[in-house]
Every structure is written in structure tokens, then in C-alpha cells.
């Protein structure tokens, strides 16, 4: 009676870990089933995915291949450019007119001499020399500008100490020279500072056009403010004794001409010369380049 006791009880226990283990069977195969219903649904987003991206891919291909056609926007975007340049240069020429700069061949042996300083500014200065060749690094020697040329009927060298100028009916306009040269380089500053407009490009060393007293200045800090040191493109009598006053002048006409080699330089061209002999040479040389992209 024992013995078939524990048979039935063996047998219900096998029956019991059988049951158990079916349903752990059981279990595994949905899992397994669901994992793979998943998979199949990621796969078909990521076919779905594919395929858009092949469709946006070719859209994008057909949407380059005609912005880079004839009529496409980068053609439209080019002869826009295009003409925006020939109108800058336009407006360039136009001040060639406007304030007559032009430009005859120099006499034979009539060019000055050419300073050996380095490109640095000719003449004294006290401080404000030794603080431009402290801060400027030395320039590459330069070519003598090969003709003289003129704004306004003027130049940047004086004449004489007087100039008489006709008015009709017996009258005469009788100027000084050196106010002739500041009133030449008062046209310059004005012509530069409408050149940084038109190029859009913005001068290292800014001008204040005022006719015959116009300055440039050079920035600083001061006391961690901004500040600028001004030049004067002018002299008058009692500056004209003064050593004081031809260096800050010569000053003054050396930022000039940083600004109009700055200029050239954006234009793809090369400044000439040094010192007040360069200075509308250079300037003659840019208001007449020939539309150069920037």
C-alpha cells in the first residue's frame, strides 16, 4: 500500500512540474511572438522612413537642379550681385566726375623723392611719431607713383605762398596756398568716406570731412573708453612755423593714405608711393578701377 502510495504521489508530482513547465513554454512563445510582431512593425517604419527619405533626397536633387539652371535662384542670385557691383562701381566713377579727380604723367624728373623711413609718416611729430612707429609695423617699400594728379583743380603741394584766382570785372581771389592744400585734402577726406560707404567697407583710420579743416583720426582707449586721436589735414600760418604742427600734419596724410591703400586693397589693387606725393595718385587709381568684384 505504501509503495503504490508513493507511485501516485511521483506521478502527481511529474504531472505538476509537467504543467509547470508548459506554461513557462507557454510564456516564452508569446514573448517570442511579440518580440517578433515588434520587429516586423519596426521594420516596416524603417522601410516607410527609407522611402521618404529617397523621395525628400530626390526632390532636394530636382530643386538644386533648378536653382542652378538659367532661370533658377542661384543665376538670379549671381545677376544680382552682378549688377549690385556695377552699381557700386558706378557710383565709384561718378566722384571721379563729381569732384574731378584726374591724373597727368609727370615730368620728366619731376617726381620728389621717395622717404626711406619705411613707409612711416615723414617729417617730426614728437609723441605721436613715436607712437605710430611703435604701433605700425614697417611697410614693404612701395613703387613712386608715375603721375600727378589732381582733385578739383588742386593739389597737395602749395604753389607759392598766395594764389590769385580771376573773377571777372577787375576782381581777384586772392588764397593762400597753404589753405589751397588743406582745401585739397578736405575733398579727399570726403571722397574717401563716401568710397568706405559705397564698398562697404569700413575705414581703420575714420575721417571728419570739414572743407578745409578736416581731420583724421586714429582710435584708442582711454581709460577703457573708446577715444580717437585726431590729425589735422590742414596748417595754417602759425602752424606752418612750427615744427609741432607739419608733423601732425604729416601724420595726418600718412593715415590718409592707410586709408586709401585699405581701400585698394579690398579692390584687389596695390597702393604706389608713400608720403603727400601718393596720395592721389592712389586715389585717381581707385576711383577709376574698372568694377572690380570686392
Not at 558706378?90 to 620728389?112: H, I, M, Q, Y
Not at 578739383?152 to 603741394?157: I, S, V
Request: glycine residues 12%; hydrophobic residues 40%.
Amino acid at each position: 500500500v505504501q509503495a503504490r502510495a508513493e507511485a501516485a504521489l511521483r506521478k502527481e508530482q511529474a504531472v505538476q512540474e509537467r504543467r509547470e513547465l508548459e506554461q513557462a513554454i507557454e510564456r516564452e512563445a508569446g514573448a517570442l511572438a511579440a518580440r517578433c510582431r515588434r520587429y516586423l512593425e519596426s521594420n516596416s517604419s524603417l522601410s516607410g522612413a527609407l522611402q521618404s527619405l529617397g523621395a525628400l533626397r530626390a526632390d532636394l536633387d530636382a530643386h538644386l537642379h533648378e536653382a542652378e539652371g538659367p532661370g533658377g535662384d542661384a543665376a538670379q542670385l549671381g545677376a544680382a550681385q552682378g549688377e549690385l557691383e556695377d552699381r557700386r562701381w558706378a557710383l565709384v566713377r561718378s566722384l571721379a566726375a563729381v569732384f574731378e579727380v584726374v591724373s597727368a604723367p609727370c615730368p620728366e624728373g619731376g617726381e620728389r623723392p621717395l622717404a626711406a623711413n619705411g613707409g612711416g609718416p615723414p617729417g617730426g611729430g614728437g609723441e605721436e611719431r613715436g607712437r605710430r612707429d611703435a604701433s605700425t609695423p614697417p611697410a614693404s617699400p612701395l613703387k613712386a607713383p608715375r603721375a600727378r594728379a589732381t582733385i578739383a583743380g588742386l593739389g597737395l603741394e602749395p604753389r607759392g605762398p598766395h594764389m590769385e584766382l580771376p573773377l571777372g570785372r577787375g576782381r581777384i581771389l586772392r588764397l593762400d596756398g597753404h589753405e589751397l592744400v588743406g582745401t585739397a585734402l578736405g575733398y579727399a577726406a570726403q571722397v574717401l568716406q563716401l568710397l568706405s560707404q559705397y564698398l562697404d567697407v569700413p575705414l581703420r583710420y575714420p575721417v571728419r570731412p570739414l572743407c578745409s579743416r578736416s581731420v583724421v583720426c586714429e582710435p584708442a582707449l582711454a581709460e577703457g573708453d573708446y577715444a580717437e586721436i585726431r590729425f589735422p589735414l590742414f596748417t595754417d600760418h602759425s602752424q606752418v612755423k612750427q615744427e609741432r604742427g607739419r608733423g601732425r600734419l604729416d601724420i595726418g596724410i600718412f593715415l590718409l593714405n592707410k586709408d586709401v591703400e585699405q581701400l585698394l586693397n579690398a579692390a584687389g589693387l596695390e597702393a604706389e608711393g608713400i608720403g603727400r606725393a601718393a596720395t592721389l595718385p592712389n586715389l585717381h587709381k581707385l576711383v577709376h578701377a574698372k568694377g572690380v568684384p570686392l
